[in-house]
Nanobody, 120 residues
Framework: QVQLVESGGGLVQAGGSLRLSCAAS????????MGWFRQAPGKEREFVAA????YYGHSVEGRFTISRDNAKNTVYLQMNSLKPEDTAVYYC?????????????????WGQGTQVTVSS
């Protein structure tokens, strides 16, 4: 069983930055592939970034950076050059895999989400 808790969301102006954190429980965190997804109102859940190696969704590549600290059981999402269209609830997800996973159905554990709002 893995529990995920996101933090770091908030309100930021366009062009600004935020860093999201996802703290995971469990003793085998390093064996899990981790991902970030987002969901805006009325839209499907969208892949943002994943880490085993790293991989990014096209809409965030070059602006967002995913990283992990296995000693702290934490994965991060550094978001720079934020745009109003980045506004969404951001979710952290985990699945027991050593490979990159980019589809929501490939993830078994989910956090509760953290709201990111980017004003124009």
């Amino acid at each position: 069983q893995v529990q995920l808790v996101e933090s770091g969301g908030g309100l930021v102006q366009a062009g600004g930055s935020l860093r999201l954190s996802c703290a995971a429980s469990g003793r085998t965190f390093s064996s899990y592939a981790m991902g970030w997804f987002r969901q805006a109102p009325g839209k499907e859940r969208e892949f943002v970034a994943a880490i085993s190696s790293t991989y990014y969704g096209h809409s965030v590549e070059g602006r967002f950076t995913i990283s992990r600290d296995n000693a702290k059981n934490t994965v991060y999402l550094q978001m720079n050059s934020l745009k109003p269209e980045d506004t969404a609830v951001y979710y952290c997800a985990a699945t027991q895999s050593t490979s990159i996973r980019t589809h929501p159905l490939e993830y078994y554990y989910w956090g509760q989400g953290t709201q990111v709002t980017v004003s124009s």
